[in-house]
Structure formats: C-alpha cells, structure tokens
C-alpha cells in the first residue's frame, strides 16, 4: 500500500500561482499513475491532471490546460502541480491519487488519496 501526503495550499489572489506537492510513502517501489483532483465545496469531485509512471504523458482538462503543469520525481517519490493563473473558481481542496493501474480521469480509477490540501484564490 502507499500513503500519499498533500501539501503547498494556501490562500492566493486571482492571477497568482501556487505548487502544490504529493508525497509518497509506503511500498512505492511499483510503477504508480498518479492524478490530481479536486473538490469544491457542494460541488463532485473533478479531475485535474495525469500523468503516467515516466512522466512523459500527461493530460488535463480544458478548465486547467496551459495554466496547471503535472510533473513528478521519481527518485524523491513526489508528484506536483504548478498552477498559474489562478482563478476563484480554482478553490477547492486539492487531492493527490495513485494506482497501479493505467489510471484515467475518474475517481474510481484511482486506489489511493492523500488527505487532501485547501486552494483558496481570493478575487
């Protein structure tokens, strides 16, 4: 099993940038998909970011593309998203998700989450 644990939240204004970081403990010696998403308050849980095991491939939805970057260190077991350009409706908590699996952009393609990290832009 791995533990994921988020970090990086925090309170920004519109048009400001935040990384957020995901680390991984535990058996992390598979090749794990890892994912960010995110839950507004009242709102479902939407997906944010992939990327695969190598970190060649990523994907993003058209709500973040160009302003989130997904990118990972194998070697410190870390997964991070830069978001740019933030904007209110970016608040949210923020998770981190793992499988071993191929992974995708639904939560139950996921099997493992961090606790979760607070994003609030500010207008």
């Known amino acids: 099993q791995v533990q994921l644990v988020e970090s990086g939240g925090g309170l920004v204004q519109a048009g400001g940038s935040l990384r957020l970081s995901c680390a991984a403990s535990g058996r992390t010696g598979s090749n794990y998909v890892m994912a960010w998403f995110r839950q507004a308050p009242g709102k479902e849980h939407e997906f944010v970011a992939v990327i695969s095991w190598s970190g060649f491939s990523t994907y993003y939805p058209n709500s973040v593309k160009g302003r989130f970057t997904i990118s990972r260190d194998n070697a410190k077991n870390t997964v991070y998203l830069q978001m740019n350009s933030l904007k209110p409706e970016d608040t949210a908590v923020y998770y981190c998700?793992?499988?071993?699996?191929?992974?995708?952009?639904?939560?139950?393609?996921?099997?493992?989450w961090g606790q979760g990290t607070q994003v609030t832009v500010s207008s």
């Open positions: 998700a793992a499988t071993e699996g191929n992974g995708g952009t639904y939560r139950n393609e996921f099997d493992y």
